[in-house]
């Protein structure tokens, strides 16, 4: 998958992609205090394109402890756990279930909005490809807003941004490749070489996204995120990141 | 010598020959129109009665009957009750009537007309009618009751299928005991299916060289539908709609449900035995969140406990024990027994120990008029209504034709439920636990149909006290073709532990390509539909309403549409006569209980639209941008443009 983390502070979009393999899951948020943690599962492409088996995310764990509430989103359905009591949704669905300060609203084939106390909220959209590509699988794209609501420890692929690193990025020069400019770029004591990249926001137009300019981070992220991305592997749906 | 003297079997020549016997049957998107045509010819030197009787499905509206004798036709028109008496009292057709009867058969009636036919005449017969079909445990259940009463020359039944959701299953089950395997043939496609039955003579005799016909039975052809969304299927059709709302995967709502069984002497043997059984399966369905009781009652009311208790496996087998020691005796005090069962529900209720998410039921199974305690139906509805809380559904079983079903229906439709007539057989016990897993999975409760546009109207029932998974709610109204390019329908409603706000939209144009292309599909399935629903809605209004000029009013409203959509129902009957207008037959609904929607598992209300609750409206994500806006590029390179980075 690919990750654009925006930094409101410094204004600056910091790009990178974590090349897994299908079935490992991700920890994209990890917030023990206020007891929210959301991950990722990787699907694969149907086969691999030059020797090179891209990587999605199939589907979305949400986890929110005070309320005992599970919601897991695959690229089929949206399946609501309360405790025991399981309701499903599909995404032929056009719906908005309240589960007291949950509210997940379903848009027909487009997205599933949590939303938790009307003031913590994530968007999933759902890219649903040709059936019969060869290649191409459904998968699905998380966005979370920026938000001071979670707690100081917040953490996650995503969720360790939520309180911005500093970032400067300086001696912007032509890279090896003349035809992508490079710059070097200062973060949590690191200096990377950065590569200046374009990502898409499909949250407006959900084909062929808007493009998001950025400073695409190589190696997974590494020097950006903090460790290394496998770090970040839970071994279920629902886990909380075990930090060292 | 007259032939069969000589000792050998004078087989007996059929005075009259049955040339052919064809039902056609389509039913498009739940909306059933059926033709049942016969031809005969009397082979006998005498004049024979020659009696055509055809058994239609209770609720089932008859819409137009023909007749053919000897070359004189007799066609039917549908009159205001008291103008189709007058018209037949002046011209009564000689060696010829017509009627609709009770039917002994479970939730049937029969159609009947009997002529005198002359040596060699030729007589035709062809009957119409319409049903919805309902969605019960799961299934539609479409039967046709085939007695052609001898063996026909050509005996053809078609059953053609047209669902534009498309068919999940479809099942054509034995139903002649084995007699005619094979002869059904199933044609399935997605949308669409055709059965067809065509037996040859051969195959119809009871035996191979029996002369009576085996064909005498109903043909029973099983589906459902496929179910994309929560929100239900929304066709809309020439200025009609029709909503059809089955949702699935969700979580059952605990239960809380009481048995209020007849005890009295009336149920003695069959009945008892048969309840009996029916309770002890009943019992053990219960879920563990469910709550529940018994209350059995004769002249004197008991109960297996005072309140409501866990249905635990220990609770579940002291229930069934109690009830297997039941002795019926003595008179019926069906008002006590009620308020029995409502003061234990209002208890533990005020006591708070009903969980808020749960429904609450009351079954009644009463087989019999009150005899003692409280005698006057109204005052034993009005107790019931007066004590009864908001949250309680009352559901009424009748066994048997003694029990004056009109009261429990009403007692069952004004207090959120609905009841049904059990008949006293050896099926009883079935008959129950078929009724009671109707009801035994409720998924939603309070839930309410919004249409919120303006130029939809006469919207049918739109608001239901619960849903029950299996079930299936439907919703019709009108709307202006020429304001509405789509109908919006929001649906809102409360599962397990949720509130649920479901959205859906139909496009004008949805269906008629569909519907175009099939020649057996009726393009005013959608204005049939809301009739049938407006009309028996509207009875069971009628049979509910508090005052003379509320029921004048419906009154006044139900003929008129039955007139308009040319239908026979309790208000109106069929005039059927030849010509010259100077022989008429009569042919009248029988004094039925016609409960709301025949097989309808719902008794809603009318409510006004609503637009989406707040809480649903809350804002969605905000689109935070991620500076989407270029971003300053560092360096130009010429020409000034960023590159894709790579894995993009």
């Known amino acids: 998958p690919h990750f654009i983390i925006y930094l409101p502070k410094s204004q600056e979009n910091i790009c990178f992609n974590i090349d897994s393999e299908p079935g490992k899951i991700l920890n994209l948020v990890s917030d023990p205090e206020s007891g929210v943690s959301v991950n990722g599962q990787l699907i694969g492409a149907k086969k691999p394109q030059k020797g090179k088996l891209h990587t999605y995310f199939g589907t979305l764990g949400f986890y929110i402890r005070s309320e005992d509430t599970k919601i897991e989103i695959t690229t089929e359905t949206i399946t609501l756990s309360r405790g025991s009591h399981t309701s499903i949704l599909s995404w032929f669905d056009t719906a908005h279930v309240a589960y007291q300060r949950v509210l997940v609203s379903v848009k027909k084939e487009k997205t599933v909005t949590v939303t938790l106390n009307k003031e913590l909220s994530f968007s999933v959209l759902l890219h649903r490809v040709w059936k019969k590509h060869p290649i191409n699988v459904d998968f699905l794209g998380i966005y979370i807003p920026p938000t001071s609501k979670f707690s100081p420890n917040a953490h996650g692929l995503i969720g360790q941004f939520m309180h911005e690193p500093s970032v400067r990025i300086f001696n912007g020069r032509p890279g090896r490749d003349p035809k992508k400019p490079e710059a070097s770029m200062e973060v949590k004591g690191h200096t990377l070489t950065v590569t200046r990249g374009l990502q898409k926001d499909y949250r407006t137009d959900i084909v062929f996204g808007t493009d998001v300019p950025c400073w695409f981070v190589h190696n997974s992220g590494k020097g950006f995120i903090d460790g290394h991305y496998k770090d970040y592997f839970v071994p279920h749906l629902y886990s909380f990141l075990k930090r060292p | ?648």
Not at chain 2, 550 to 562: C, E
Request: glycine share 6%.
């Open chain 2, 1 to 648: 010598s007259l032939p069969g003297e000589s000792g050998e079997e004078r087989e007996d020549v059929d005075q009259v020959t049955l040339y052919s016997y064809k039902v056609q049957s389509t039913i498009t998107s739940r909306m059933a129109n059926t033709i049942i045509q016969s031809k005969l010819v009397n082979n006998s030197p005498q004049p024979q009665n020659v009696v055509f009787d055809v058994e239609i499905p209770k609720g089932a509206f008859i819409s137009n009957f023909s007749m053919t004798i000897d070359g004189t036709t007799f066609t039917s028109s549908i009159k205001e009750k008291t103008v189709g008496r007058a018209l037949y009292s002046q011209a009564r057709a000689k060696g010829k009537t017509a009627g609709l009867v009770r039917s002994k058969a479970l939730d049937m009636e029969n159609f009947q007309t009997e002529v005198n036919v002359l040596p060699g005449a030729k007589v035709q017969f062809e009957l119409h009618y319409q049903e919805v079909k309902w969605r019960k445990l799961g299934s539609y259940e479409h039967r046709l009751h085939l007695k052609p009463g001898r063996l026909a020359k050509h005996l053809e039944v078609d059953v053609w299928i047209i669902e534009p959701q498309g068919l999940r299953f479809l099942h054509v089950p034995d139903t002649f005991e084995g007699h005619f395997d094979g002869v059904p043939v199933v044609l399935k496609g997605p949308q669409k299916a055709h059965v067809s039955f065509k037996p040859t003579v051969a195959q119809q005799r009871k035996c191979s060289n029996c002369s009576e016909t085996a064909v005498d039975g109903q043909l029973v052809v099983m589906y459902d539908v496929n179910r994309e969304e929560k929100a239900g299927e929304l066709e809309v059709f020439n200025g009609y709609f029709v909503h059809f709302f089955a949702p699935d995967n969700l979580e059952p709502i605990p239960k809380n449900i009481l048995f209020v069984i007849d005890v009295s002497g009336s149920m003695w043997g069959v009945k008892m035995k048969q309840t009996v059984e029916a309770m002890k399966t009943i019992l053990d369905d219960l879920r563990a969140e469910d709550h529940f009781s018994v209350v059995d009652f004769n002249h004197n009311i008991r109960t297996w406990r005072n309140d409501l208790v866990s249905a635990t496996k220990t609770q579940i087998a002291d229930a069934k024990r109690y009830i297997e020691k039941i002795q019926p005796n003595g008179g019926t005090n069906i008002n006590e027994a009620l308020l029995r069962a409502i003061f234990i529900l209002n208890e533990a209720n005020n006591m708070g120990l009903l969980d808020p998410n749960s429904v609450s039921l009351i079954i009644l199974v009463s087989d019999g008029d009150p005899t003692v305690g409280e005698l006057k139906l109204s005052k034993i509805q009005k107790n019931v209504k007066q004590n009864i809380q908001d949250n309680v559904s009352l559901f009424s079983l009748g066994i048997g034709f003694d029990v004056d079903y009109d009261f429990l229906k009403r007692l069952s439709n004004e207090n959120r439920g609905i009841a049904q007539r059990i008949y006293g057989n050896q099926d009883t016990s079935s008959q129950l636990k078929k009724f009671y897993n109707q009801v035994s999975t409720p998924l939603l409760r309070n839930v309410q149909f919004n249409y919120p546009h303006t130029s939809v109207t006469d919207v049918t029932q739109n608001s239901f006290h619960n849903y029950f998974g299996g079930s299936e709610i439907v919703v019709a109204g009108k709307f202006d073709p020429d304001k509405l390019k789509q109908i919006q329908s929001i649906i809102t409603a409360t599962s397990a532990n949720t509130e649920l706000v479901l959205e859906t939209l139909a496009q004008m144009d949805d269906l008629e390509e569909f519907l175009s292309k099939d020649k057996h599909a009726d393009p005013d399935f959608t204005e049939k539909l809301w009739a049938y629903l407006t009309i028996n809605q509207l009875l069971a209004e009628r049979s509910l309403a508090p005052t003379a000029a509320t029921k004048r009013r419906i009154t006044k409203t139900i003929l008129q549409m039955s007139l308009e959509h040319h239908i026979v129902t309790p208000l109106t009957s069929m005039v059927i006569e030849n010509d010259a207008g100077d022989e008429r037959m009569l042919a009248d609904s029988p004094p039925q209980d016609h409960s709301c929607c025949a097989g309808a598992l719902y008794y809603g209300e009318k409510v006004p639209s609503n637009g989406i609750p707040s809480w649903a409206n809350a804002a969605p994500t905000p689109v935070v941008p991620m500076r989407l806006a270029g971003a300053p590029v560092l360096e130009s390179t010429p020409p000034p443009h960023v590159m894709r980075v790579e894995n993009d």
